[in-house]
């Protein structure tokens, strides 16, 4: 058994979405994290306010954002589920647990090498490590020793190295060790077993047995949801478009990633913007066709923002969207119909996201048997019709006359322009009893400019042109 771990290293930071240095995140007026140029500074976790202040007069605070930090972490596993069902989620980061063979590219280096790859595309500042036990593998992670070690290697040896600053020991047991001189987990490894329990408890030796694989690991592990969502703070508030559309950007590129790795696609989302005054704008983005290619999700994001108009200065953004699990083929090589069809969704994608949701409209199949009552107008894309499929009725023409035009009639047969040819009919069409009854007789008739009508003839003997055919 293999298990990688990955541990996000500036968690606090990766919540805001942009961070003027120097730059620091701050909770109960205490520093909890900082960037590299305020720990050039002489700054670092656990100062006050006031006297990081002090020692730099430069530096901008951000308050601690725990929902960002946890959407940033729901949003890691998400990706770890793409390369492992097997994942754990832990405070600061991931584990993905993995046969010694049997993972979804082979070779366990190549695992690796991929998510390494993965979350920097994402722009995470991270470790990652690979070992026989969770534990071990975690230990590596947050030692910052980037290792590969599978079953086969001799990795008992190596991890005698490994400093224990990285291990979860308490704040006496971690002094105790300083007095003895113990620096390196080797060191902890050869003292006697009951010597170690007498000094520092059973729960050190426990610790020392999971690392070393000599006791069962027992994790609960995450289930994915079928949403993703991630929310970014500002460390100032916003009210200009460039500064959403960074932050947004930074969170499409993430939300790809997820889905790629989890083969999935998005059919819609939402952006939610917290202002400044506690009130919520949230805008809707439906699309014509699932996607997850991050430059049309972008595209549509910056058509809508363009003359976005904050009524409140934004402190937050937050991204939602169901995953849909993606049931679409292999492209065809050509430019062929299928991918001008695409090109068509795209384009009616940017017009509703420039107009307006309500700007784009769609005819709807209406059940009534009146042509003039047979569809009605909806929102774009059209919701799919659930049932039995409609009764099929006869030729219909696409353009409709409103109201119909009445026929002159020569010796009981209608005229327009000349004398009607019958070529098909008639098709009776009686309803509408309950408000507007109608009784009529449709013909498909050829004129003498050889134009394709719909005409029906009524039960008072006129006749009418309802309209024309392609």
Do not use: N
């Amino acid at each position: 058994m293999l298990w990688l771990a990955v541990v996000l290293t500036a968690l606090p930071l990766e919540a805001f979405a942009a961070r003027p240095a120097p730059f620091a995140v701050v909770e109960d007026k205490v520093l909890v994290a900082c960037d590299a140029r305020a720990q050039a500074q002489g700054l670092g976790p656990g100062l006050s306010v006031v006297r990081a202040h002090a020692l730099c007069p430069s530096l901008s605070l951000g308050v601690r954002d725990r929902l960002a930090e946890t959407s940033l972490l729901e949003g890691l596993a998400a990706f770890a589920y793409g390369f492992s069902p097997c994942v754990v989620l832990r405070a600061d980061g991931v584990l993905m647990r993995f046969t010694d063979e049997a993972s979804p590219l082979g070779d366990p280096r190549l695992v690796v090498a991929h998510v390494t790859q993965g979350l920097a595309d994402m722009g995470c500042a991270f470790e990652i490590a690979m070992a026989p036990t969770a534990a071990l593998a975690w230990l590596c992670a947050r030692s910052a020793v980037r290792c590969v070690w599978t079953s086969k290697d001799p990795w008992r040896l190596a991890v005698r190295s490994l400093p224990l600053t990285g291990l979860s020991l308490t704040d006496e047991v971690r002094a105790a060790c300083q007095a003895l001189g113990l620096t390196r987990l080797g060191d902890l490894l050869d003292l006697p077993r009951p010597g170690l329990i007498r000094r520092f408890g059973r729960e050190v030796v426990w610790l020392l047995e999971g690392l070393m694989g000599e006791r069962p690991e027992i994790e609960d592990f995450w289930a994915p949801a079928p949403w993703f969502r991630r929310r970014l703070s500002f460390s100032h508030p916003v009210e200009t478009d460039e500064a959403l559309v960074f932050a947004l950007a930074r969170i499409v590129r993430e939300w790809v990633m997820v889905l790629r790795a989890q083969e999935a696609r998005a059919a819609g989302f939402a952006v939610e913007m917290t202002c400044e005054d506690g009130s919520v704008r949230s805008e809707a983005f439906t699309l014509t066709r699932p996607e997850r290619d991050a430059q049309i999700l972008m595209r549509l994001v910056r058509e809508r923002l363009r003359d976005f108009r904050p009524g409140s200065a934004i402190t937050a953004v937050t991204v939602s969207a169901p995953l849909e699990a993606s049931t679409e083929g292999s492209l065809p090589l050509w430019r062929d119909g299928q991918w001008r069809e695409q090109d068509f969704r795209g384009l009616l994608d940017r017009l509703q996201a420039r107009l307006g949701r309500d700007s784009v409209r769609a005819l709807s199949l209406h059940p009534d048997h009146r042509p003039e009552r047979a569809s009605r107008e909806a929102s774009w894309p059209p919701r799919r019709l659930q049932g039995p499929p409609a009764h099929v009725l006869g030729d219909r023409p696409i353009w409709l006359l409103d109201p119909p035009e009445r026929l002159d009639v020569v010796r009981g047969m209608p005229m327009l322009c000349g004398p009607l040819r019958l070529v098909r009919g008639p098709e009776r069409v009686e309803t509408g009893w309950w408000d507007e009854p109608v009784v009529r007789d449709y013909f498909v008739a050829i004129s003498s400019r050889h134009e394709s009508l719909w005409i029906f003839h009524c039960a008072r003997g006129e006749w009418f042109l309802h309209g024309y055919f392609a």
